[in-house]
């Protein structure tokens, strides 16, 4: 049986809910997403 390797949409939703219920921004939120997907973030030059 192969793994199921992805997200449902309500998974996600729920996920960004809870975050939401924690206090994490917008900001927070997609970086946690794209950290779960395994896209690597390219750092900020300042």
Not at 16 to 21: A, M, Q, R
Not at 31 to 45: A, L, M, P, Q, R
């Amino acid at each position: 049986m192969e793994v199921l390797k992805a997200m449902t949409a309500r998974e996600v939703l729920n996920l960004i809910e809870w975050l939401k219920s924690k206090n994490f921004t917008s900001d927070d939120i997609v970086d946690c997403i794209e950290s779960v997907e395994g896209k690597k973030k390219e750092e900020k030059e300042d």
